[in-house]
């Protein structure tokens, strides 16, 4: 025995608390998993070369709403919206609000476009995204009210319906 709390060890606390103490592990679903496949394979295509550019112009129109929308995602889950647009670099953050209305995600279509025009943000300019120190960043990130977006956009219905939908409609998305 090694120190008494209460008449029970530390070891035999925390024995205790390793037999009550439950591991969750998140298993995507297959829905979850078409799409993490299918943008891996697009994203293999678009960064394979050294110009980006290059690599998007490879895409059919449906691959790059395909991908743009996962991407925007993607981008919104793990920084929020702020990352969205400063990684972008004006690639796909003119065409959004489209891709959005596209494969019909009219509340996530609205709330960009009410962002956008209430923030006098314009997607296809989105040069002042740019920034070149940690400083710079956050001064940018508080000049806006992106919490509340990130906020809102997590209380929609989520994206990944709409891509899996749309995949569906358009199955040469995926790449052979």
Known sequence: ML??????????????????????????SEEELLIMSCFEELWSMVYSGKEVNAGVSQLTEHQKVFFALNYLDMEIANGGLCQFLVNDGGMFAPYISDYLDTVGAEEHQKLFDDFCAENKIDPADT???????????????NQYPFDQFDEAYYQLEPL???LV????????????
């Open 127 to 141: 040069s002042a995204f740019a920034f070149s120190s940690i400083p710079a960043f956050t001064d940018l990130y």
């Open 160 to 162: 990944s319906g709409y």
């Open 165 to 176: 939908n749309y995949l569906q409609l358009y199955p040469e998305i995926v790449p052979q």
């Open 3 to 28: 120190c008494s709390l209460g008449g029970c060890s530390f070891r035999e606390e925390e024995q205790k608390q390793a037999e009550n103490y439950q591991v969750s592990v998140y298993a995507p």
